[in-house]
């Protein structure tokens, strides 16, 4: 970009002052340097074709068309190669285009920028899903025409392209003709100086054969090294007698042409109708050009049946349908209305449908990137689908299905012996970065994928997904962390992940990122409970899938004590968790203003190294974990962390804004949330990065939805529910957005004094509301109030057992160890103390991790049974002395202050406990393990005992020893009171060292 030009894009205005929210217009005639920028925004696609929104007549250089199977195999050349490096990089590179049509009056070529533009618009009509465009043009010699051009990629009908042309004669006498062509002599983009646009492209395609009459012109392309084949052709109706054919040009090299030419008069008109298809094989696929001919013979015969009207209609249906589950509405401000309902149009037809493919970086909308898919897809863009859309979220992900043999062969190249490990950046599934400390080392892609299929079922029910793959994939990557992290006895024992790099680029190669150590942490357990679902619901598919993974309860467990004992530090001076073991002993990046050159990130200002010595963030990476994961992290928590992180943060990334607008919004940092959601919402319509030119940024316009119903409307999944907690942003009169949910749409309307929750769609639908349930009911709205009380009423306290009344740890400890050495198994601390907190069960599978022998589900249910028998003959000889100190004084202090008391047990012996400690009549509800499937941390057991009081969870505070029981009391909504050692309780939202310094008055006054 010339300096100059970035200049100019700095200056633009910020938008119209008042436009149609469901038009995006250009109404003046563009300067050469928006020209590739207006082809961005204005690109058409539909998941399957993307057609940039160049003008039909131009033939601009960054005027493109692509297809999702189309692309070139490139080596990828290191003066050092080491094992495991990519080998090769996969580019999506420009197909023919099939848009241009020539003009010539008399004689002479018409050259619009030789002319003079009397009036120009171009339009992109979102509720049409139709590019427009008027041009009143004057030629050199003084003769006016008017051209008005309409252009749809239909999104019921891959690889099609549909163009309506008009042209009348103002004031001009003479022949015209119409040059209908496809070109093929377009190449990819070189890269310059600038890694985020194009590459160095060895091969690319080749016309193979090329054809043209008055009815079809064709022509087949192949690509050199990724042997994809590629046909197009395209055809035309003529509705008015005065335009007829004139001759047919084939050029093997610039492609092929169609002419029709018509005498015009003052006010006549010409209007011709094209179509244009497309059909690829696949990489090495055995497709002929005949048989991909036939294809494309096949899908024009059927477009000519319809006219351009009919198409069109179809089109504006399908885009009606997609809004219905949209349902975006702003009172206010109608150019934000204008730019979400733009971005989630983007987002709505450049996603495939069918698991070819996922959503690019820049979509279909240009060459930046190389068209590469990255962990964006499944972080940013998937979970807007997966509640607008989840037939594309769910095609994205059977993409990953469908390259999940590339991502083993990756994780072997890695020296990892089993598992998956997904590349950072591909197309074919072949990992294509060549710099792998911000490429390979990003293994959080795996925990992106994961989170990815937990949304997409949490939100759709869709269980046959995981038993087609989905459960497959998960197991897969969640092997992976054991072969990256490792048990570290110089921190406890906590389990390290090392030389890895997180969200954050400029800071590569580190230990123990806590985003990655977070979502790995949630992915593991995500992966056992899965397996543990499928068993109970799927039984023949999990052995199936078990089997054919060689998956066995024990490596489950071990994922599991991995997740438990995940490092997860908070800095003990600043309160904030570390981005990584290093981060907060590094220099700060003095942070300079944007230099004269435009946004020029620090990637392209400074070495590697000197950025990676420094505390600077080139996005969101702490804060990342907090909107993926974060229902268990309070909000204190993440305020002190926005604070910190906000001031090292230079936001070189599109990503950034839109997590910092959500974490803004639920901190209360209502003007820089909406600062944020403005930086994400309008970052390719006001070319804030200045690479708009490049493609539009897809994930930045999936965070601005997100902002809007993550961020503003406090949108969360808890329980296997849908939340929320919306705010209203002081600009704004209301809002609304829709939500798909299972069978299910629930339209969300925010007002200035209260929340509108409407099931347009379904029976009945449990959804919460700040915490509390609230039933919705077919075609009736809910009213609730818009700010809520400043904290709930405590009515409850849920007392875990062991550890807080009573020290049973001993007790369990002696029954295993008597078991374990009567069935010859070793029995140590590292074991007892993995085993404290977890029920029965799962005690006995870490106990026969290191059995010799495979025991039979009878035998294990024979010795945990005589496991329990040993465990009640001690607990016979309990008394009230057996209490820890304080706890019946913790426990009569809820009761004097009026409030209800449950205890939550893994024991089922917990009844017959509580009667020998003297202490049963205290306790108002007790829940054990004979009342829940689903153990710590899964919040069952809790929310159980809260419906036992009659209490909404967050009515109750729960009081824990362990971890998993702290995750488990925030999982079920409830604030966490800790008991014990302060490391191993770190996301407690208050710590006490024991049961006795427990003061109920400190929650109720």
């Given at each position: ?257 169609q002419h029709y030419v018509a005498d015009l008069r003052p006010g006549d008109s010409v209007m011709l109708e094209k179509f244009v298809a497309y059909a690829c094989s696949r990489p090495e696929g055995g497709d002929t050009e005949a048989s991909l001919l ?278 003990a001076e600043l309160g904030i968790f570390p981005q990584d073991d290093d981060f907060l002993n590094k220099p700060r990046l003095p942070i300079a203003h944007p230099s004269e050159h435009g946004h020029r990130p620090l990637l392209l200002q400074l070495h ?398």
């Open positions: 970009m010339h300096s100059n030009e970035a200049q100019a894009i700095a200056m633009e205005p910020a938008h119209q002052a008042c436009p149609d929210p469901w038009r995006v217009v250009h109404a003046r005639r563009p300067l050469a340097y928006e020209l590739a920028k207006l082809e961005s925004l204005f690109a058409l696609a539909n998941g399957t074709l993307g057609v940039r929104g160049g003008l039909e007549e131009d033939s601009s250089p960054t005027q493109g068309t692509f297809l999702t199977g189309v692309w070139e195999r490139t080596p990828i050349e290191y003066h050092e190669r080491f094992p495991g490096f990519a080998r090769s990089t996969d580019t999506r590179i420009p197909v023919p285009d099939g848009i241009r049509i020539g003009l010539r009056l008399g004689d002479v070529p018409v050259h619009l920028r030789e002319g003079e533009w009397l009036a120009f618009e171009q339009a992109l009509d979102l509720r049409a899903g139709c590019l427009e465009r008027t041009l009143r043009w004057r030629s050199p010699n003084g003769a006016t025409i008017e051209i008005q051009a309409e252009r749809i990629v239909p999104l019921q009908t891959p690889n099609l392209l549909c163009i309506r042309y008009r042209v009348t004669s103002i004031d001009y006498s003479g022949p015209l003709t119409l040059e209908s062509a496809i070109v093929a002599d377009v190449s990819a983009a070189e890269q310059g100086d600038d890694p985020r646009i194009g590459t160095r492209v060895k091969g690319g395609l080749s016309i193979t054969a090329a054809d043209a009459d008055r009815t079809l012109a064709s022509l087949c392309q192949r690509t050199q090294n990724s042997h994809i084949r590629l046909a197009c052709g395209q055809r035309h109706r003529v509705l008015q007698s005065n335009l007829a054919f004139a001759r047919a040009i084939v050029d093997e090299s610039e492609g092929v042409q036939d294809s494309v013979a096949t899908m024009l015969e059927r477009a000519l049946t319809l006219d351009f009207d009919t198409h069109r209609a179809e089109q504006a249906r399908a885009c009606a349908a997609f809004w219905q589950e949209a349902d975006v509405e702003v009172h206010g401000d109608s150019a934000v209305e204008q730019a979400l309902r733009f971005n989630l149009f983007h987002l709505m037809q450049s996603t495939p449908r069918d698991g070819s493919g996922s959503a690019a970086a820049k979509g279909l909308t240009g060459e930046g990137y190389e068209g590469h898919y990255f962990w964006d897809a499944e972080a940013f863009i998937l979970p807007a689908l997966a509640f607008t859309s989840p037939e594309r979220a769910r095609s994205m992900l059977e993409y990953r299905v469908n390259t999940l043999d590339r991502a083993r062969n990756h994780a072997r190249e890695m020296n990892h012996p089993n598992g998956a490990l997904y590349p950072w950046r591909t197309i074919s599934g072949d990992e294509c970065s060549a710099y792998f400390p911000s490429g390979s080392a990003q293994y959080h892609i795996n925990a992106a994928i994961a989170f990815a299929i937990r949304l997409y079922v949490d939100a759709t029910g869709d269980i046959d997904f995981l038993v087609r793959g989905g459960a497959e994939v998960l197991f897969e990557t969640a092997r992976l962390w054991h072969h990256v992290g490792n048990f570290n006895p110089r921190r406890g024992n906590a389990f390290c992940i090392c030389q890895v790099t997180g969200p954050d680029e400029y800071t590569a190669l580190v230990d123990n990122n806590y985003y990655t150590n977070h979502m790995a942490q949630q992915h593991l357990r995500h992966a056992a409970s899965v397996a543990s679902q499928l068993g109970r619901e799927r039984p023949q598919d999990y052995a199936r899938i078990a089997t054919q993974l060689d998956l066995s309860d024990k490596e489950i467990a071990a994922w599991l004590a991995a997740a438990d004992a995940m490092y997860l530090p908070v800095d590697p190294l000197t950025i990676y010595r420094h505390q600077v963030c080139k996005q969101a990476d702490v804060l990342q974990a907090f909107v993926l994961a974060g229902n268990t992290i309070d909000v204190e928590s993440k305020r002190r962390n926005f604070d910190y992180y906000e001031g090292v943060t230079v936001h070189d990334s599109t990503l950034s804004a839109s997590t910092f607008s959500v974490v803004a919004a639920e901190v209360g940092y209502a003007q820089k949330a909406y600062g944020y959601f403005l930086d994400t919402l309008r970052v390719d319509l006001d070319n804030l990065h200045g690479n708009t030119s490049h493609g539009v940024h897809m994930a930045a316009m999936a965070g601005s939805w997100m902002a809007l119903a993550w961020g503003f409307g406090g949108m969360r999944v808890v329980d296997g529910r849908p939340a929320f907690a919306p705010t209203l942003p002081p600009a704004w009169s209301s809002y609304r957005f829709g939500v798909r949910w299972r069978d299910h749409h629930i339209r969300i309307a925010v007002k200035k004094d209260r929340v509108e929750y409407t099931l347009t769609e379904g029976a009945q639908l449990d959804i919460l509301h700040r915490g509390k349930t609230v039933m919705l009911h077919a075609g009736h709205t809910v009213n609730l109030p818009l700010h809520a009380s400043a904290r709930p009423e405590l009515k409850g306290v849920i007392f875990d057992l062991d550890g807080v009344i009573a020290d049973t740890a001993i007790v369990h400890h002696a029954a295993w160890k008597r078991l374990a050495l009567e069935i010859g198994l070793a029995f140590d601390d590292a074991i007892g103390e993995r085993i404290k907190g977890v029920d029965r069960r799962g005690s006995l599978d870490i106990l026969l991790e290191r059995a010799s022998r495979t025991y039979s589900e009878d035998e294990k249910e024979a010795l945990a049974s005589r496991k329990n028998e040993y465990y009640k003959q001690q607990i016979e000889t309990f008394g009230s002395q057996n209490l820890l100190p304080g706890a019946r004084q913790a426990v009569e202090s809820v009761r004097r202050a009026g409030l209800k008391t449950a205890l939550a047990s893994a024991s089922r012996n917990a009844p017959l406990l509580l009667e020998r400690l003297g202490i049963a009549d205290l306790f108002d509800y007790v829940v054990d393990a004979n009342h829940i499937s689903r153990a710590k941390p899964d919040p069952e057991i809790f929310l159980a005992a809260a419906r036992g009081l009659g209490l909404e969870p967050s009515e109750c505070i729960g009081v824990e020893d362990a971890a998993a029981g702290i995750a488990s009391i925030h999982a079920a909504g409830m604030k966490a009171i800790g008991v014990g050692q302060a490391q191993a309780l770190a996301q407690a939202d208050l710590l006490l060292p024991n049961v006795a310094a427990f003061d109920i008055s400190l929650f109720t006054t």
